[in-house]
């Protein structure tokens, strides 16, 4: 018979923060702009946002300074002009790394250098110098002794990607694979490095609203959506999108390869033809993208990843060039204000909700929290992660959680079936439902889906509130 007890409040606080540790919540710092606080400034408010993760496009000297000693682990970019000569030149790798990477490391931690980025959509045809230019850094890396605590990688765009829908069928374009993708994930898998990626579910969104829900975009309550080609119920276009990139290293049998979603992020504005940017959206996201982060649960295709994920941006930048979303994905104004506010930790998280408020002169107006608007709804387990993963989120809802669990007790009215799926969904419900369906109670690490029909197992019916 399943498990049902009451866990202690220091085994809860392990395993939270257990969950802190394997995923986390960096930022992109960006700086095409000529309105952004200092360097300093920056690393200020990284650190009183609890953000223990930032990503550079470059090595700019004052910023790697400015975050010496700060305990921020720091991702830097070689830039796509500079791959052909490090690609060519062994003495020019290894001069770069010496002056932006050993200078500064240890005192700044950096933890990844990024060459390159997106460079298969590079006008400039950088992709042959790729791989060459990956393993001079590594091996300046080895020279210098810095291999072991520096990762190397790339940054790839979903376009690098010939399928993506359903899930299941994601496969690299054709003509990528034997010339960079095999010996790139041959490097990885040697170096014992990751994958990095940058998935923007608005992209996707935007191109076909009429087809894609903006609640499974924005990681709100939905029925899901079924993957005929594995079976699996995906609640968000986010897991969906990395799904399709673990299946396509799966079908090139790299599946020991792991993720780390370098860019993601949702803009705050946008031209009238731009669907769905809005300050409420980007909110929703982001901040449903974080409590998704940091209350861990993997991808149904990969339900015990841990994954790093890196929001873009930090700042609106004023001086990038495109559409008018381009200068309105960040987190922040120039002056520090921000643009709406969502939590960055797992202490940040117990006090936030889905709360799709409006936000006005970068103010949020806030003390609303959103509810189910679709009538009577139930949360339900969702087997596909596992029985592990079922009996942690009983555990918890029976337990810290303060759920109602004695209908489940053995000769109780719902203990029948004895069953860790069905006890699961009692559970899950009753704290549901006792948080008032609050958006983002029923989730337990990705665990449970919320459904519009009332759940039955045998005899027990499901209450619909308190």
């Known amino acids: 018979m399943p498990r049902v007890?009451?866990?202690?409040?220091?085994?809860?606080?392990?395993?939270?923060?257990?969950?802190?540790?394997?995923?986390?919540?960096?930022?992109?710092?960006?700086?095409?702009?000529?309105?952004?606080?200092?360097?300093?400034?920056?690393?200020?408010?990284?650190?009183?946002?609890?953000?223990?993760?930032?990503?550079?496009?470059?090595?700019?000297?004052?910023?790697?300074?400015?975050?010496?000693?700060?305990?921020?682990?720091?991702?830097?970019?070689?830039?796509?002009?500079?791959?052909?000569?490090?690609?060519?030149?062994?003495?020019?790798?290894?001069?770069?790394?010496?002056?932006?990477?050993?200078?500064?490391?240890?005192?700044?931690?950096?933890?990844?250098?990024?060459?390159?980025?997106?460079?298969?959509?590079?006008?400039?045809?950088?992709?042959?110098?790729?791989?060459?230019?990956?393993?001079?850094?590594?091996?300046?890396?080895?020279?210098?002794?810095?291999?072991?605590?520096?990762k190397v990688s790339s940054p790839i765009a979903l376009s690098a990607l010939q399928n993506s829908y359903p899930s299941s069928a994601g496969s690299f374009r054709p003509e990528l694979i034997e010339p960079v993708f095999k010996p790139l994930l041959d490097f990885l898998r040697e170096t014992g490095s990751y994958l990095m990626v940058n998935a923007y579910p608005f992209f996707a969104y935007e191109s076909n609203s009429d087809v894609i829900s903006l609640d499974y975009a924005l990681f709100r309550e939905n029925p899901g959506v079924v993957d005929a080609g594995n079976g699996?119920?995906?609640?968000?276009?986010?897991?969906a999108q990395i799904d399709a990139v673990f299946a396509a290293m799966s079908a090139l049998k790299y599946d020991d390869i792991s993720l780390v979603i370098t860019e993601t992020g949702w803009p705050s504005k946008g031209d009238g033809n731009e669907i769905g940017a809005t300050v409420q959206n980007a909110a929703a996201y982001n901040g449903n993208l974080v409590r998704r982060i940091l209350t861990g649960g993997g991808t149904p295709l990969r339900p015990h990843a841990d994954l790093t994920v890196y929001l873009f941006?930090?700042?609106?930048?004023?001086?990038?060039?495109?559409?008018?979303?381009?200068?309105?994905?960040?987190?922040?104004?120039?002056?520090?204000?921000?643009?709406?506010?969502?939590?960055?930790?797992?202490?940040?998280?117990?006090?936030?909700r889905d709360s799709q408020s409006p936000v006005s002169d970068g103010q949020p107006v806030s003390g609303r929290v959103s509810k189910s608007t679709t009538g009577s709804t139930w949360c339900v387990a969702n087997p596909e992660v596992g029985l592990q993963k079922l009996q942690e989120g009983l555990d918890y809802a029976c337990g810290e959680g303060g759920a109602d669990c004695r209908p489940i007790q053995p000769g109780a009215t719902c203990y029948d079936p004895n069953s860790v799926e069905a006890h699961a969904s009692f559970a899950f419900n009753?704290?549901?439902?006792?948080?008032?369906?609050?958006?983002?109670?029923?989730?337990?690490?990705?665990?449970?889906?919320?459904?519009?029909?009332?759940?039955?197992?045998?005899?027990?019916?499901?209450p619909t509130g308190y």
């Open 430 to 462: 009753s704290y549901y439902q006792k948080k008032g369906r609050e958006m983002g109670s029923c989730y337990f690490g990705g665990a449970a889906y919320v459904v519009t029909q009332a759940p039955k197992y045998g005899r027990c019916e499901f």
């Open 313 to 352: 941006a930090l700042f609106n930048e004023d001086d990038k060039n495109g559409p008018t979303s381009e200068r309105n994905y960040g987190l922040f104004y120039p002056n520090e204000k921000k643009v709406y506010d969502i939590p960055f930790t797992v202490e940040g998280l117990k006090h936030y």
């Open 5 to 150: 007890f009451f866990i202690s409040c220091f085994l809860l606080f392990i395993c939270i923060f257990s969950f802190a540790d394997a995923s986390s919540i960096g930022v992109n710092y960006g700086r095409i702009a000529d309105n952004l606080p200092s360097a300093v400034k920056v690393v200020q408010l990284l650190k009183s946002q609890g953000l223990q993760r930032v990503k550079v496009f470059d090595a700019d000297p004052a910023v790697l300074r400015a975050l010496s000693g700060s305990g921020i682990k720091v991702t830097v970019d070689l830039p796509n002009e500079l791959l052909y000569s490090v690609a060519k030149r062994n003495s020019f790798a290894f001069s770069w790394v010496q002056r932006n990477v050993a200078v500064y490391h240890p005192s700044t931690q950096i933890e990844a250098i990024a060459v390159g980025n997106e460079v298969f959509v590079d006008p400039h045809n950088t992709t042959k110098f790729l791989i060459p230019a990956m393993r001079n850094i590594h091996q300046s890396l080895q020279k210098l002794h810095l291999h072991s605590t520096i």
């Open 232 to 239: 699996l119920r995906y609640f968000s276009l986010f897991d």
